[in-house]
């Protein structure tokens, strides 16, 4: 399938809504039980405040919950590629990058 036939495939637009507010919601979820869980396990010491400024802790925190998130929409997209659903593989597409433009936001959303 090329991208002139992807454009020209009908949009679901009510399901990418759906679909978008759904999947942020549960990101901000992952980032809130993140937190909790961080701090359940090293509590607020002085070790806990080392361990929060390593680099892959910081990056952990930071990006896990995208990567859980788009990890599931492509393979998502890639399911419905192989099965020919284009109409939910361009709507899954679309949630992808309004998710990924969200990311981007998300230090003035919080």
């Not at 399901?15 to 979820?29: G, W, Y």
């Not at 039980?33 to 400024?53: D, K, P, Q, V």
């Not at 099965?83 to 593989?89: A, N, R, T």
């Amino acid at each position: 399938m090329n991208l002139q036939k992807l454009s020209k495939l009908e949009t679901e637009y009510k399901s990418i809504a759906i679909k978008s507010v759904l999947l942020f919601v549960i990101f901000l979820l992952l980032f809130v039980i993140e937190i909790f869980a961080f701090w359940g396990i090293y509590g607020e010491s002085a070790t806990a405040s080392r361990i929060s400024e390593i680099w892959y802790v910081e990056i952990i925190l930071d990006y896990l919950p995208i990567v859980i998130i788009s990890g599931y929409l492509m393979i998502q997209i890639f399911i419905n590629v192989n099965e020919q659903k284009y109409i939910k593989s361009k709507t899954n597409i679309a949630t992808l990058v309004i998710l990924m433009i969200l990311f981007m936001l998300r230090n003035e959303i919080q």
